[in-house]
Protein backbone atom coordinates (compact mmCIF):
# COMPACT_ATOMS: atom_id res chain seq x y z
CA UNK A 1 0.00 0.00 0.00
CA UNK A 2 1.85 3.50 -1.23
CA UNK A 3 -0.76 5.85 0.46
CA UNK A 4 -0.96 7.84 3.42
CA UNK A 5 -1.66 5.22 6.59
CA UNK A 6 -3.02 6.17 10.12
CA UNK A 7 -3.04 3.86 12.88
CA UNK A 8 -4.88 3.32 14.83
CA UNK A 9 -8.25 3.63 12.91
CA UNK A 10 -10.46 4.00 15.74
CA UNK A 11 -10.00 4.64 19.09
CA UNK A 12 -12.64 4.89 22.38
CA UNK A 13 -11.14 6.47 25.65
CA UNK A 14 -12.13 8.15 28.59
CA UNK A 15 -12.14 11.60 28.99
CA UNK A 16 -9.10 12.91 31.13
CA UNK A 17 -6.64 10.18 29.28
CA UNK A 18 -4.15 10.48 26.94
CA UNK A 19 -3.96 9.04 23.02
CA UNK A 20 -1.52 8.94 20.45
CA UNK A 21 -2.56 9.13 16.98
CA UNK A 22 0.50 7.52 13.87
CA UNK A 23 0.47 8.62 10.42
CA UNK A 24 2.89 7.29 7.82
CA UNK A 25 2.67 9.61 4.82
CA UNK A 26 3.60 8.40 1.32
CA UNK A 27 7.34 7.29 1.25
CA UNK A 28 8.13 10.56 -1.19
CA UNK A 29 6.22 12.96 0.39
CA UNK A 30 8.30 15.53 2.61
CA UNK A 31 5.07 17.88 3.78
CA UNK A 32 2.60 16.39 6.04
CA UNK A 33 0.03 17.78 7.26
CA UNK A 34 -2.95 16.93 10.20
CA UNK A 35 -6.30 17.84 9.99
CA UNK A 36 -9.48 17.44 12.69
CA UNK A 37 -12.89 16.63 11.02
CA UNK A 38 -16.11 16.64 12.71
CA UNK A 39 -19.82 15.67 11.64
CA UNK A 40 -20.67 17.98 8.92
CA UNK A 41 -18.20 20.03 8.57
CA UNK A 42 -14.55 20.37 6.26
CA UNK A 43 -11.44 19.16 7.41
CA UNK A 44 -9.88 22.08 9.62
CA UNK A 45 -6.02 22.29 9.57
CA UNK A 46 -4.25 21.46 12.63
CA UNK A 47 -0.46 21.24 11.62
CA UNK A 48 1.95 20.84 9.08
CA UNK A 49 5.54 19.95 8.95
CA UNK A 50 8.50 19.74 6.22
CA UNK A 51 10.46 17.10 6.68
CA UNK A 52 11.04 16.95 10.81
CA UNK A 53 10.23 20.93 10.92
CA UNK A 54 6.79 22.10 12.09
CA UNK A 55 6.17 25.00 9.71
CA UNK A 56 2.54 26.29 10.68
CA UNK A 57 0.42 25.38 13.46
CA UNK A 58 -3.39 26.45 13.49
CA UNK A 59 -5.08 28.32 17.02
CA UNK A 60 -7.35 24.91 17.16
CA UNK A 61 -3.81 23.37 18.42
CA UNK A 62 -4.58 23.85 22.05
CA UNK A 63 -1.44 23.34 24.57
CA UNK A 64 -3.16 19.86 25.27
CA UNK A 65 -2.57 19.00 21.99
CA UNK A 66 1.15 18.22 20.73
CA UNK A 67 2.50 16.44 17.55
CA UNK A 68 6.17 15.62 16.38
CA UNK A 69 8.07 14.09 13.02
CA UNK A 70 11.21 13.39 14.70
CA UNK A 71 13.06 11.78 11.59
CA UNK A 72 11.23 13.54 8.89
CA UNK A 73 9.16 10.38 7.96
CA UNK A 74 6.49 9.36 10.17
CA UNK A 75 4.30 11.98 12.70
CA UNK A 76 2.49 11.41 15.99
CA UNK A 77 -0.30 13.41 17.11
CA UNK A 78 -0.78 13.64 20.61
CA UNK A 79 -3.60 14.79 22.70
CA UNK A 80 -3.54 14.77 26.78
CA UNK A 81 -6.31 15.17 29.15
CA UNK A 82 -8.97 14.12 26.35
CA UNK A 83 -12.12 16.30 26.64
CA UNK A 84 -15.49 15.48 24.93
CA UNK A 85 -15.11 18.40 22.69
CA UNK A 86 -12.38 16.56 21.09
CA UNK A 87 -13.67 13.40 19.48
CA UNK A 88 -13.51 13.73 15.67
CA UNK A 89 -12.02 12.21 12.69
CA UNK A 90 -8.00 13.17 12.73
CA UNK A 91 -7.24 13.04 9.20
CA UNK A 92 -3.01 12.87 8.42
CA UNK A 93 -2.06 14.45 4.36
CA UNK A 94 0.99 14.38 2.55
CA UNK A 95 2.38 16.51 -0.51
CA UNK A 96 5.98 16.26 -2.24
CA UNK A 97 8.12 19.21 -2.20
CA UNK A 98 8.90 18.91 -6.12
CA UNK A 99 6.97 19.75 -9.70
CA UNK A 100 5.11 23.51 -8.96
CA UNK A 101 2.12 21.83 -9.30
CA UNK A 102 2.08 18.65 -7.83
CA UNK A 103 3.08 20.13 -4.22
CA UNK A 104 -0.44 22.07 -3.87
CA UNK A 105 -1.97 18.62 -3.91
CA UNK A 106 -2.43 17.21 -0.31
CA UNK A 107 -3.31 13.58 -0.49
CA UNK A 108 -5.23 11.88 2.54
CA UNK A 109 -5.34 9.36 4.79
CA UNK A 110 -8.73 7.10 5.65
CA UNK A 111 -8.11 8.91 9.30
CA UNK A 112 -8.61 8.09 13.01
CA UNK A 113 -11.50 8.36 14.65
CA UNK A 114 -11.62 9.38 18.17
CA UNK A 115 -14.21 9.02 20.33
CA UNK A 116 -14.02 10.68 24.01
CA UNK A 117 -16.58 9.03 26.80
CA UNK B 1 -18.38 34.76 7.53
CA UNK B 2 -16.81 31.51 6.53
CA UNK B 3 -13.63 31.81 4.73
CA UNK B 4 -14.94 29.15 2.20
CA UNK B 5 -18.61 28.93 1.76
CA UNK B 6 -20.97 26.18 0.26
CA UNK B 7 -24.46 24.91 0.31
CA UNK B 8 -25.16 21.57 2.61
CA UNK B 9 -27.38 19.98 0.53
CA UNK B 10 -28.51 17.96 -0.25
CA UNK B 11 -28.40 18.47 -4.09
CA UNK B 12 -30.83 15.86 -5.94
CA UNK B 13 -30.22 15.11 -9.78
CA UNK B 14 -31.62 12.59 -11.53
CA UNK B 15 -28.97 10.12 -12.80
CA UNK B 16 -27.22 11.06 -15.99
CA UNK B 17 -27.93 14.76 -15.57
CA UNK B 18 -25.97 17.77 -14.56
CA UNK B 19 -24.98 18.27 -10.88
CA UNK B 20 -23.32 21.78 -10.66
CA UNK B 21 -21.52 22.57 -7.29
CA UNK B 22 -20.54 26.33 -5.76
CA UNK B 23 -18.36 27.80 -3.79
CA UNK B 24 -17.52 30.66 -2.72
CA UNK B 25 -14.45 31.94 -0.61
CA UNK B 26 -14.08 35.24 0.81
CA UNK B 27 -9.90 34.99 0.88
CA UNK B 28 -8.72 37.45 -2.23
CA UNK B 29 -5.12 35.99 -1.88
CA UNK B 30 -5.89 32.50 -2.44
CA UNK B 31 -4.24 31.00 -5.43
CA UNK B 32 -4.68 27.06 -5.44
CA UNK B 33 -8.39 25.68 -5.64
CA UNK B 34 -8.95 22.48 -5.10
CA UNK B 35 -12.51 19.42 -5.30
CA UNK B 36 -12.36 16.93 -3.08
CA UNK B 37 -15.14 14.14 -3.40
CA UNK B 38 -15.72 12.14 0.51
CA UNK B 39 -17.77 9.17 0.85
CA UNK B 40 -19.44 8.94 4.38
CA UNK B 41 -16.94 7.69 6.80
CA UNK B 42 -14.36 7.43 4.42
CA UNK B 43 -11.31 10.47 3.73
CA UNK B 44 -11.44 13.21 0.95
CA UNK B 45 -10.05 12.01 -2.33
CA UNK B 46 -9.21 14.94 -4.41
CA UNK B 47 -10.97 15.30 -7.64
CA UNK B 48 -9.82 18.14 -9.54
CA UNK B 49 -7.47 21.55 -9.04
CA UNK B 50 -7.65 24.44 -10.63
CA UNK B 51 -5.43 27.30 -10.34
CA UNK B 52 -5.90 30.08 -12.96
CA UNK B 53 -9.53 31.70 -14.30
CA UNK B 54 -11.59 29.25 -16.65
CA UNK B 55 -12.53 25.96 -17.20
CA UNK B 56 -10.40 22.86 -16.21
CA UNK B 57 -12.28 19.40 -17.90
CA UNK B 58 -10.99 16.17 -16.65
CA UNK B 59 -13.73 13.44 -17.67
CA UNK B 60 -17.40 13.82 -16.53
CA UNK B 61 -15.76 16.72 -13.81
CA UNK B 62 -15.33 20.48 -15.13
CA UNK B 63 -13.80 22.84 -12.61
CA UNK B 64 -14.36 26.76 -13.22
CA UNK B 65 -13.09 29.08 -11.40
CA UNK B 66 -13.50 33.41 -11.49
CA UNK B 67 -11.43 34.62 -9.18
CA UNK B 68 -13.24 38.29 -9.46
CA UNK B 69 -15.99 36.89 -8.21
CA UNK B 70 -14.25 34.38 -5.60
CA UNK B 71 -16.14 31.63 -7.19
CA UNK B 72 -14.84 27.81 -7.77
CA UNK B 73 -17.93 25.97 -9.14
CA UNK B 74 -17.68 21.93 -9.95
CA UNK B 75 -19.97 20.43 -12.64
CA UNK B 76 -20.19 16.49 -12.88
CA UNK B 77 -22.07 15.41 -16.27
CA UNK B 78 -23.83 12.61 -16.62
CA UNK B 79 -24.08 11.63 -12.67
CA UNK B 80 -23.84 8.41 -11.52
CA UNK B 81 -25.54 6.87 -8.53
CA UNK B 82 -21.81 6.33 -7.50
CA UNK B 83 -21.14 9.90 -7.41
CA UNK B 84 -23.32 10.29 -4.30
CA UNK B 85 -21.33 12.19 -2.33
CA UNK B 86 -20.56 15.05 -0.08
CA UNK B 87 -18.01 17.59 -1.94
CA UNK B 88 -15.69 19.54 -0.39
CA UNK B 89 -14.30 23.07 -1.95
CA UNK B 90 -10.85 23.60 -0.44
CA UNK B 91 -8.61 27.08 -1.09
CA UNK B 92 -5.17 27.65 -0.56
CA UNK B 93 -3.47 30.77 -0.23
CA UNK B 94 0.08 30.59 -1.73
CA UNK B 95 2.84 33.11 -0.89
CA UNK B 96 5.78 31.05 -2.37
CA UNK B 97 7.83 27.98 -0.52
CA UNK B 98 7.53 29.26 2.62
CA UNK B 99 4.21 30.10 3.12
CA UNK B 100 1.09 29.10 4.36
CA UNK B 101 0.68 25.42 2.70
CA UNK B 102 -3.06 24.52 5.04
CA UNK B 103 -6.02 23.97 3.22
CA UNK B 104 -9.08 25.74 4.29
CA UNK B 105 -12.31 23.92 3.62
CA UNK B 106 -15.93 24.31 3.10
CA UNK B 107 -18.38 22.41 4.82
CA UNK B 108 -19.07 20.35 2.00
CA UNK B 109 -22.50 20.12 -0.76
CA UNK B 110 -23.77 16.45 -0.04
CA UNK B 111 -24.79 15.31 -3.73
CA UNK B 112 -27.88 12.59 -3.93
CA UNK B 113 -27.93 10.87 -7.43
CA UNK B 114 -31.09 9.37 -8.17
CA UNK B 115 -30.95 6.10 -10.34
Known amino acids: DTGVSQDPRHKITKRGQNVTFRCDPISEHNRLYWYRQTLGQGPEFLTYFQNEAQLEKSRLLSDRFSAERPKGSFSTLEIQRTEQGDSAMYLCASSPSRGELAKNIQYFGAGTRLSVL | QKEVEQNSGPLSVPEGAIASLNCTYS??????FFWYRQYSGKSPELIMS????GDKEDGRFTAQLNKASQYVSLLIRDSQPSDSATYLC???????????????FGSGTRLQVQP
Open chain 2, 50 to 53: IYSN
Open chain 2, 27 to 32: DRGSQS
Open chain 2, 90 to 104: AVRRDKGDTGRRALT
